[in-house]
């Protein structure tokens, strides 16, 4: 064989044995491996770094949008660089990384990522081979708004150079390194640095601590529930889907299912622009089923077409009223009672959560009093249309005060009430009870239980206005 052939033939042949050895290096190390190597670097870089300011730049992106972000770093972490200005994007995105877990200071910290991945309950970590030299830890979560995240390292040093989050609102998040500098002081501008701090005599040298997040108040959060509710409002998701929020020590999670993906999408870009919320909602779509909205109307219908009559179908056959009229007003009166059972039950979590709370800001303060209006004018309106309905029916007497005083729910609240005039009228159009009333009798209790709700939502706006 010719010799040249034959040595390129060994350097090839060397080569690809080399290429196979690294492609499994890399991932035959376990992900606790990989960041305790990626951490004890970070450890062992602040512990000989001789004064210096690490440059690092940094590109972040989220979507459609995206930042390059400039981060100074002490080498030996004895001075704090002075907080930079942000203008909206950017504050938007360190609100989405912060409630993601990742530190807006050092986003590709492996000491960050591992606090972070710690804190998960239910995890899992798998490594994959990223090409190019790279190596990545995914740590995928089973509950929480978190899907998974990433951390992107060299194999060369362990350096991470790449972060991602992933939602289960199909939100996505990255912050990769654009470059990395380690400068002199003589090279650094000095007006990006705090002063330092004199150290007394004697006092030994800073261990090493990382910044950590500064964890929003209560008087954040609630305020960030408030706006959260109010864009909930605003786009009717309060009235017609179901949506929970819940909250967590640093972050209000607005969670639920809608119909549609684009309906999602929609909900969750508005949640996303107020601070430290997180949506994680989901669509009937992405799931592939779909439920009964109105399973609780369709069973009421289908019960009423049962042997025993409804009170309310008796006495349209007394008074020789169609069956189409009958189901056209059971439907009414149910959709209407449960909506007032849902705008009272609003108003009174609102009043309960939040009133009187001194510690509001003005933000707050706004958003809950723009809650506190739409939801009562919404139940004003709702009452005002089932008592429509009931006079309808038959005429009922107006409610005096001494009729109202005979009401077991006189001193109940909104709460209590609005589930009293459900519970009527199921009564009323359902065959499920085998009621022994007449529905002029029923009639006229829900009307009762309708002055009632009318005056304390009177009640509670009045106080709502006087306390601001």
């Excluded at 190596?135 to 998974?148: A, C, E, F, M, R």
């Excluded at 009170?311 to 149910?334: C, I, T, Y």
């Amino acid at each position: 064989m010719n010799p040249v052939l034959a040595s390129i033939f060994v350097v090839a042949l060397a080569s690809i044995t080399l290429f196979v050895i690294w492609q499994q290096a890399a991932p035959s190390l376990s992900a606790s491996d990989l960041l305790g190597k990626a951490m004890a670097n970070e450890h062992a870089a602040a512990e000989r770094a001789q004064p210096g300011v690490v440059y690092q730049k940094l590109s972040i992106r989220r979507g459609t949008h995206s930042i390059e972000r400039t981060v100074y770093r002490d080498l030996q972490r004895k001075r704090v660089a002075k907080v930079q200005h942000l203008d909206e994007t950017a504050t938007a995105m360190k609100h989405a990384l912060e409630a993601g877990g990742v530190s807006w200071d050092e986003p590709l910290s492996a000491i960050d990522y591992n606090r972070w991945r710690e804190n998960q309950r239910f995890a899992t970590d798998h490594v994959k081979q990223a090409g190019d030299g790279l190596v990545s830890v995914i740590t995928s979560v089973q509950d929480g708004p978190i899907l998974q995240e990433s951390l992107t390292m060299r194999t060369s040093d362990f350096h991470p150079v790449r972060r991602t989050i992933e939602t289960r609102s199909q939100d996505t998040l990255e912050i990769a390194e654009l470059s990395y500098t380690e400068l002199k002081w003589s090279e650094a501008n000095e007006a990006l640095w705090e002063p330092p701090s004199l150290m007394l005599h004697g006092e030994s040298e800073p261990t090493l601590s990382l910044p950590t997040r500064e964890l929003p108040s209560g008087e954040q959060l609630d305020v960030a529930e408030l706006e959260a509710r109010l864009v909930l409002n605003k786009l009717n998701a309060d009235a017609t889907e179901q949506i929970e929020i819940k909250r967590s020590r640093n972050t209000v999670h607005v969670e639920g299912i809608v119909d549609t993906t684009e309906r999602q999408r929609a909900l969750s870009a508005e949640l996303r622009q107020v601070a430290h919320v997180v949506p994680s909602i989901l669509s009937l779509e992405e799931l592939n089923a779909r439920r009964n909205a109105e399973s609780g109307a369709a069973a009421v219908i289908e019960n009423a077409a049962t042997a025993q009559p409804a009170p309310l179908e008796a006495f349209f056959d007394e008074k020789s009223r169609s069956a189409e009229e009958m189901d056209r007003v059971s439907n009414q009166l149910l959709s209407l009672s449960l909506e007032i059972q849902r705008e009272g039950n609003a108003l009174s979590e609102l009043n309960r959560r939040f009133q009187g709370d001194e510690e509001l800001d003005p933000s707050g303060r706004s958003a809950l009093t723009q809650l506190l209006t739409n939801h009562s004018s919404m139940l004003r309106t709702a009452l005002h249309s089932e008592m429509e309905i009931l006079h309808s029916i038959s005429p009922v007497p107006e409610p005096s005060t001494e009729d109202g005083q005979t009401i077991p729910t006189i001193g109940t609240s909104l709460m209590e009430q609005s589930k009293r005039n459900v519970a009527l009228c199921r009564e009323l159009i359902s065959s499920s009870n085998s009621s022994s009333r007449t529905a002029q009798s029923i009639a006229s209790e829900m009307a009762k239980t309708l002055h009632l709700l009318s005056r304390n939502t009177v009640l509670l706006a009045s106080e709502s206005s006087s306390s601001h």
